[in-house]
């Protein structure tokens, strides 16, 4: 992927709280919540859609934060379906119905 | 807690290969399952637990992995908890009817 594909690609994402990961080419985002429940519960409803678009997350959880990196193993780095599902994450996590 | 404490109340979890976190007063284990189902199915096992006892793990999953570290924020450190969660940890990661 071009540094310009890359950049057009992932803008909305960085405009929604997205970083690229520092030394990898990967993005991170950390999401929180109200409580432990409401935190674990955005990870389970990730959890079908990743393993449905055998697609997943590396993540971290601790109490009510979960910080969240995408990059496709795959591809050796970032790649469409990184921008898919960092755009799945978002809405789930704002309560879209995803 | 004693440091005599600690190595008598933790000594089954570094028989199951718990060990201390580097840096922190806190126990670390790497938990591999056979895919991310089970990986994820186990976190949300012990998430039910870990919300009825009200102590939480701080955890990373990639993939298949789930890396886990306990310690108890209001003791500093260490305490009891750490050791009855690590427990149930290990009976739910085997299978044991949690």
Chains 1, 2 share one sequence.
Do not use: C
């Not at 080419?25 to 432990?36: L, M, P, S, V």
């Not at 409401?38 to 859609?49: N, P, S």
């Not at 009510?64 to 921008?83: I, M, P, R, Y």
Request: aromatic share 12%; net charge negative; proline share 2%.
């Amino acid at each position: 992927m071009t540094d310009e594909t890359r950049e057009t690609m992932f803008a909305p994402l960085f405009a929604a709280g997205w970083t690229l990961t520092d030394g990898r080419d990967a993005i991170t985002k950390t999401y929180q919540f109200a409580n432990f429940i409401d935190a674990f519960g955005f990870m389970t409803r990730a959890a079908i859609w990743a393993e449905k678009w055998n697609h997943h997350p590396e993540w971290t959880n601790i109490y009510k934060t979960v910080v969240v990196t995408l990059t496709t193993h795959d591809a050796g780095g970032l790649s469409a379906l990184d921008a898919k599902l960092g755009d799945k994450l978002d809405k789930l996590a704002g309560g879209t119905i995803g």
